[in-house]
Every structure is written in C-alpha cells, then in structure tokens.
C-alpha cells in the first residue's frame, strides 16, 4: 500500500464540515494517549474517543465498526504494551507463513514478550500491525460517503514508515536526499559481497521493519579488521542463539562474532545503508529529529551521542538544534527544512512525521536516516509559545478545517 | 570511548572549515582545516590542497588542520601522498606556526585505522612550526626530530608503535613545553613498555618542558612507578596520566614521590583508582583531576582493564 500521492488526499484531511467524532487508536495508558487527550483538553476540545489496540486486535473489524460517522481518527503507536505486542505478533503469524517467512509460533510469543530486552521479531509485529490497521482502512473506505472517516495517518503511511526498505525507495523516487542502500542482504557472506560491489567499507544494517534502533548495527570494514557497533547482543542458548536489545550498545571486534550476528539478524529481513559519518557537536556524534506538522518542519531536536547510534533510550543527549543549525552554512540549513518538506510532500498523508536526518561532516550535506510516522513523541520539547507537538498539530487541524 | 569531534579551537584559534571560492579568514585568528567530507566538493586531496594554495592570502596562514585526505568510501589510504603535497607547499606556507595532521573523527574512520606515514619531512620543511599534533598510529614514523622552535607536540593513537616512543625520546625539542602521547592499546600497534620510555624521561632532553602527558595507557600503574623516579618529573609543573588504567598501585607510587608532590596539576581522569586511592591524592596539596572512574571488569578471576581510546 503506498500514500495518495496528491494533494486532495490532504485537503480532504482537513476539510471537515460537519463536526467530526475525534477518536484516537491507541493503547490505554500510553504517554501518547495521555499528551494527546491533555493538548485537547488545553484547546478545550472534549477527550477523543478511545478506540485500543486491545480491542482492534481482539476483533479488528468489530471495533472499527465502533467508528461512527462523520470521524477524525487519529492513529498512535500501540506502544510497548506486552499484551499488545503479543496481540500484534499473533496477528502477524498468518502472513508470515503465508510467505514462508520466519516468525515465532503462538505458543512462544507470549514468553517472548515477558521476556525483558528480547527483540521481537519486528516484520511480524509489522505484519500484524497490518492486519488490524487494515480493518481500521476498510472500515473507513466502507463508511460511505469519501473521507466521511479520516485516519491520520493513513494506514498506507503508517506502513510505508515502517518498512525501512519500502521508505527509503520511495523517498529516493521522491528526490529525497537518503544514503545509498544495499540490496537483498539476507546473510554476512551477501553482505560482504554487496558491499564490495558497491565499494563501501562502512553501513548502518537495520531491521527492515524495526524500530527505536532496535537490531541496528553500525558496521566498519578495512585491511585493518571490522568493528561493530550495535544494539544487539547475542546470547546462545539449547535452541540456538537469543538476542536481546540492549540499552548498553556492544562492541564486536572479530569477523567471527560479526559474522553470528549479522547472520543471527539476517532472518528477521535487513535494510543496509551507507554509514554516513556524522557532524559532530560539543564533543558528540549528532543527528537530528524534525517533526514536521501539516508539511512544514515545526520541531527540531539535536541527539547527540559517543556513539554513531544516538537514540536518547542509548545513552544519547538530547540537545538544542541550534548548535548544529548555527555552525552550518544558511543556505545547508535552507536545503534541510526543503527536505523535511519533501518528506511531508512524498507522505502527504500524515499530518505529522519525525524525521531523522544526519548532517554528514563538513556540514553541508544531509541524509535522511528514518521516516517515522509515530514520532512526535518529544518530552518536554515545546515552542517558544509552549506550545507542544500536540498543541500544534491540533492547532494546524482547526486552521484547516 | 572514540574520536567523537574534530578539532573546533586549535593553536588558540576557531576552526573554520576551508571552502574554495570564500575568502580565507583572518589567519591571526582562525585556523584552517581541509578534509575531504562525504559526498563533498572534492574526491581528492591534491585538487582540494591546490585550491587551498591558490587562495588569495595563503601565505599568511599560520594553522592548518588537516582530516581525511581521501575519500571516505575508498578505505583507508596511507598519508604519504598528503604529507609530500604540503612538503612540497611549504614556500607558500612561510608564516605556518600549528600544523594538526589527521582531525578524524570515529564516523569517519576509527583511530586505529588511520595509516600515517613518514611525516619527518615536516620538521624541515616548516622551522617557524610552534605546535604539531597528529592522530593514527599505523605506519607512523617522526623520523630524526629536530626543531628550533616547536613548543607543542602532541601524538594522538589508539596504539603508538614503541618505534615511535624511541623517535619522540631521541627527539631535539629545545623549545618543547607540552609533550603529549596516546599511548594506546597493544592489540592496536601499541607494543612500548617502560623502559621504552626512558629518553623522554630522562631529563637530558625538552629544557623547558611544563607539562607532559603519557596518556591513554594500558600499563598505566607500571607507567606510574615509573614516573615516580623520573628526572623529568622535577622539571614539568603538569601531569596527565589520564585516558588510561591506573589503579591504587599507581597511585601508591605516586604519593610517594616527593616529584609528584611539587607538581601543579595532575590529571588521572579516566581510572581505575579507589575512593581510599583518589582521597591519598587529593590529600597532596596539588591540583587533581580524578574525574570519570571506571569498574574492572571481571570474568572468573580474570581482571580487564580498559584504556579510554583504543579502536
């Protein structure tokens, strides 16, 4: 599925005569929930009507029928909710075996999720958020008259964000600025091989489907060895290796235990990019989180780190931007924000994206790393007005209604 | 711990990244860097040095920082060819006061990968140079060196080969006030041990030395005991050990020396010392810096200690 690549899809986004019943996908208890019902509470808009992932995974088509007409239905990230995830995973199962992929049985799932740092074998996760999102999709399609139920974002966006390989051929389609990938990586011997071909010594392998870092491994080659930077540690065990995330990034060394690991992680489905060698900043490797909001870049957030993984739950600072921004030439800082605004356009339907981009050494030019269609979740991060991710997207939803 | 920024002050001046076509800035109050960046303007050293050295103004340059001198998707390549361009310049460099050789950072390429190479001809080729510093161990060779008027001199290395330790101990540095070396681990090239270090301890040598410092290094404690007796130790009012493993031994050596106890400052940051350790130095009435304390790690009855920078 891939996003109305035009601009009606938008104004329909907007263009709200009758008052609209406000509901929010999501999962009880989330901070996401709980930020966004406090912004429409301070707009003095009654709480959105909560419609749980619990719910939708239990029975997807009868809880969308829930939706009545005319609606706005926000769609949120289901959240780190074991029951939920376990939910997901289910649902994910079909079409993983379907396509003869590799996923976890039911009867392991549950014990999976309980287990603390076990990476989750993200596709089917993706394929299960799929599943339930679909019926969300349906049920708005069905619903009669066009656009009588919106979702933002649309399912089609939610999708393309999470797949990291899907998104990163359509924002190049798109003329975005993002690193070269590799292809069909699916062991380290094919690794190796690509990156020979294509004459790069150093990647970022990524998850295809994952998320916050999770799988991530900054790799380096030369005459001299291999290092390794990742996210990932591999734990063997009777029924073969474990992995888990970890919050302490590890360091591999030798092309043995690169070669397990990579090899380990190759099932779940890689995405393999150029390592681009980030701007540093205040003694840090830095990269950047702009949410856009309504097409235009409304937040930047620096994160900076010792590592090239700068995820904040990884040990990396969150930072002014402007640290960054001020030491780049105008016209690099210019060509940022059109960026974030491709971005916007090539997903234009989303009404909010956080983009991750890496501003390369020398300052000048920039990638971007990660689309993410949940990523407006900045604590603390407000605008001079104090106003919130969420105070503006509500605001920018009441300008174009 | 990596090379997680470049150089922003260097010589007492802001960096300022070179640009072709912009005007160089004041040289009184800036330094210069070249390197080559991603996916940047230039994919060879040569073409972005000549730009450099047709700029209107270059002569009066008086710090350049050098970072990568290829491109950095073309793996490692040895410096050599870099070293002879700017060799080669050094008429159009006449004012050249602080030369930094190899300002990369872990993104673009780990310190243990970087290839040096025979950089001896800097020494000749510019006599007004008052500050050199360099980071990447493979390869790297000082040469014979002998300098007027050098006051700084700084060897930054995830490993520095113990030839390299025998060159800087021969070295002719009547001017030198600031000795600083990355010592490194053995598994990256560093192979010196402490008799390795004899020709800079001595005090035959560096006069005017005020600060030195043996950083970054996996022997630190031996390095310590070492320190404790040296000549040098009367001479220099700073000592940086830091970087490095130290623990309580080292420290016990060094609370012993009367040296250690006339010192200004001494810098053990990044250490394996205890509470009891670091309070027998804060006892002494110098300046400490005992910031950043590491645990052992410990596998069986095995104890690891880590030095700060190493790959």
């Known amino acids: 599925m891939s996003p109305s690549p035009n601009d009606e899809r938008r104004t329909a986004l907007f263009a709200a005569g009758t008052p609209l019943q406000a509901v929010i996908v999501g999962t009880t208890g989330d901070p996401r929930m709980t930020n966004y019902q406090a912004a429409r509470a301070r707009a003095g808009l009654s709480p959105a009507l909560l419609l749980d992932y619990r719910d939708l995974i239990a029975d997807p088509m009868g809880a969308a029928a829930r939706i009545a007409t005319p609606a706005l239905a926000r769609i949120e990230s289901p959240g780190r909710d074991p029951q939920v995830l376990a939910g997901l995973l289910a649902r994910g199962i079909e079409k993983s075996a379907r396509l003869n992929l590799h996923h976890v049985p039911r009867a392991e799932i549950e014990r999976l999720v309980r287990e603390r740092g076990r990476l989750l074998p993200p596709r089917q996760l993706y394929f299960g958020m799929e599943s339930v999102l679909s019926a969300l999709a349906e049920r708005a399609h069905d619903s009669g008259v066009p656009g009588d139920i919106q979702l933002v974002p649309d399912v089609g966006t939610i999708l393309l964000a999470f797949d990291k390989s899907a998104c990163h051929r359509h924002l190049a389609a798109c003329h975005v600025s993002v690193p070269p990938a590799l292809t069909t990586v699916d062991s380290f011997e094919a690794l190796m091989t690509a990156m020979r071909a294509a004459g790069l010594h150093r990647v970022f392998v990524k998850l295809q489907h994952g998320s916050a870092a999770a799988g991530a491994v900054a790799l380096a080659t030369s005459k001299f060895g291999m290092s390794a930077i990742t996210t990932v540690e591999v734990v063997p065990s009777a029924a073969g290796l474990r992995l888990y995330n970890t919050r302490a990034l590890r360091r591999y060394a030798s092309r043995a235990d690169i070669a397990r690991l990579i090899d380990a992680l190759a099932p779940y489905g890689l995405h393999v990019e150029a390592w681009i060698p980030k701007a540093s900043v205040e003694g840090r490797i830095a990269d950047l989180r702009v949410v856009t909001i309504a097409g235009e870049p409304e937040f930047r957030v620096l994160r900076k780190s010792r590592y090239p993984i700068t995820n904040l739950h990884l040990g990396g600072e969150r930072a002014e931007a402007s640290v960054l921004l001020s030491r780049m030439p105008a016209r690099a800082v210019t060509a940022l924000d059109e960026t974030c605004r491709a971005v916007a356009r090539a997903m234009p339907g989303a009404l909010q994206l956080g983009i991750d981009i890496a501003v390369a050494t020398g300052l000048v030019r920039h990638y971007v790393l990660e689309v993410n269609a949940f990523g407006d979740l900045l604590k603390g991060v407000t605008t001079r007005e104090g106003l919130d991710t969420y105070d503006v997207q509500l605001r920018a939803m009441e300008r174009a209604a | ?311």
């Open chain 2, 1 to 311: 711990m990596t090379i997680s920024d470049n150089l922003t002050k260097f010589h007492g001046r802001d960096v300022v990244d070179f640009e072709s076509g912009e005007p160089l800035p004041d040289p009184a109050r800036t330094a210069s860097r070249l390197t080559i960046t991603y996916d940047g303007p230039y994919n060879e050293f040569s073409d972005l040095w000549a730009d450099f050295m047709n700029s209107a103004g270059v002569e009066q340059t008086e710090a350049v920082i050098i970072g990568n001198w290829a491109e950095l998707d073309g793996g490692p390549v040895p410096s050599e060819q870099a070293v002879r361009l700017i060799v080669s310049s050094a008429e159009r460099l006449p004012k050249l006061r602080a030369l930094f050789f190899g300002d990369i950072t872990s993104e673009e390429n780990e310190i243990s990968w970087i290839e040096q190479s025979d950089v001896s001809a800097f020494w000749g080729a510019f006599p007004n140079l008052e500050e050199f510093g360099i980071r990447g161990g493979n390869q790297l060779q000082l040469g014979a060196i002998k300098h007027a008027k050098l006051k700084t001199l700084k060897v930054e290395s995830g490993g520095l080969p113990r030839a390299v330790v025998h060159e800087i101990g021969a070295a002719e540095l009547p001017e030198l006030e600031h000795l600083e070396i990355w010592l490194g681990s053995d598994s990256y090239g560093g192979d010196s041990r402490p008799q390795d270090l004899a020709g800079m301890l001595d005090g035959k040598r560096f006069p005017k030395l005020v600060t030195l410092a043996l950083r970054d290094c996996e022997w630190a404690d031996d390095l310590a005991a070492t320190l404790a007796t040296a000549p040098i130790l009367d001479r220099i009012k700073r000592l940086d050990i830091s970087l490095g493993t130290l623990g309580d031994a080292g420290v016990d050596a060094l609370v012993a020396s009367p040296a250690v106890r006339r010192l200004q400052h001494l810098n053990i940051a990044h250490h394996y010392v205890s509470d009891a350790g670091v309070a027998k130095l804060t006892a002494l009435e110098i300046d400490v810096n005992a910031a950043d304390r590491k645990e052992v790690d410990r596998y069986g009855d095995e104890e690891h200690r880590y030095v700060a920078v190493s790959e």
